[in-house]
């Protein structure tokens, strides 16, 4: 029995079987192939438009009634799609993942799909009545990056977030996890966890990076305040989309410039390394992961200089986002304004002259 074959035997005693022929799926089509488009991806602002696919719901954007629309024709959930015209990951998103035609139906029987504009001034309704205005709506649900999800069930809770692009094989199996209520009994990272030796591969040992600091990992700045902004990156071995993101963003000198201007570690999630967390806790990095609920690699934490958490990268980023997002941090500004999303509004008006 070959290798592959081995893990694919052993990991349909262990799954569900919706997970498994997800598992499946990544390996007729592999998980190099999905993330391997990474490598000619340019994530500076589109110069034309993208729009939404035919097949989104036509909405008044009431939330409430979306949703017992939804449940009503039997499906099992609404999907709020947060996006922007000239956004390169949401072009991305909707050439790969509902580019692909299993995924586009999967999504069509489970779930109906409602699109935001992040930029928008449309009026939305939310689920307990409250009227927001499209852009203010998205700030509220802390949609830092486009694109973002909010999956509702029938029950019209919110059982789970996705922020900015995630590859083909995690997003058909966050579908999954909501279509079948997986959340009832775990969180995604845990569901995802199980496929973990399937999704597996890339470099044997971590990237390094000339700004990581070694260890002891002393992180604690809960009663001595630090003099620079702390960015944690969270890896594991034979991880491939940590491979490029090394071989891309970090690779490039104006993100190396930047990250001189801060504290910068990394972490293997999982390994049983002992630090001390920004907050002052001993514990191992596998446990910190695990209590931050990580389920993307390379996941990027930013602290300030007291140990609080400003915004973190959990999807797929490249230079143009990178380089924002540190701004973002060591500027400073970041204490004006509470979302990263709410910052980018206000530049935006700036450069169109607006303010």
């Known amino acids: 029995m070959s290798h592959t074959a081995a893990i694919l035997a052993s990991l349909r005693r262990q799954i569900s079987p919706g997970l498994f022929l997800l598992l499946y ?24 438009p993208i729009t939404h696919p035919d097949w989104f719901k036509l909405s008044f954007l009431d939330l409430y009634d979306d949703i017992d629309e939804a449940a009503a ?18 072009k991305a998103h909707m050439e790969i993942n509902w580019g692909n035609p299993n995924i586009v139906k999967y999504t069509r029987d489970k779930f109906d799909v409602v699109g935001i504009d992040v930029k928008g001034s449309r009026n939305i309704t939310t689920v307990d009545g409250r009227v927001y205005e499209e852009k203010a709506f998205s700030v509220k649900q802390k949609t830092n990056f486009t694109p973002s999800l909010l999956f509702y069930n029938n029950e019209k809770e919110n059982v789970l977030k996705l922020q900015g692009y995630h590859p083909p094989y995690k997003f058909r199996a966050a579908l999954e996890y909501v279509s079948d209520q997986h959340y009832e009994k775990e969180t995604f990272r845990e569901y995802l966890s199980r496929g973990e030796m399937a ?7 971590l990237n390094h990076h000339k700004a990581f600091m070694p260890e002891p990992y002393l992180l604690d700045r809960s009663k001595i305040s630090a003099n620079r902004p702390l960015v944690v990156f969270f890896e594991h071995t034979r991880c491939h989309a940590c491979d490029v993101l ?33 907050d002052g806790r001993k514990i191992t990095a596998h446990q910190w992961a695990r209590e931050l609920d990580l389920y993307y690699a390379p996941t990027i934490i930013f602290f300030d200089q007291q140990g609080k958490e400003i915004i973190r990268i959990n999807s797929v980023v490249w230079l143009y ?3 924002n997002v540190l701004e973002y941090v060591i500027s400073g500004v970041h204490k004006k ?19």
Not at 25 to 48: G, H, I, K, M
Not at 258 to 275: G, H, N
């Open 25 to 48: 799926f990544a390996y007729v089509t592999p998980l190099y192939a999905q993330t391997n488009e990474l490598s000619r991806f340019v994530d500076t602002p589109l110069e034309e």
């Open 73 to 90: 024709s039997g499906k099992d959930g609404l999907i709020v799609y947060f996006g922007q015209e000239y956004c390169p990951y949401c």
């Open 199 to 205: 999704e597996s591969f890339g470099k044997d040992n």
């Open 246 to 278: 090394h071989a891309g963003p970090l690779n490039s000198e104006v993100i190396a410039a930047d990250l001189k201007k801060m504290d910068v570690v990394q972490v293997d999630m999982r390994s049983e390394t002992r630090l001390i967390t920004p």
């Open 321 to 323: 986002r990178l380089k």
């Open 337 to 355: 304004y509470e979302t990263y999303q709410l910052w980018r509004q206000h530049t935006g008006r700036q450069k169109a002259g607006m303010e």
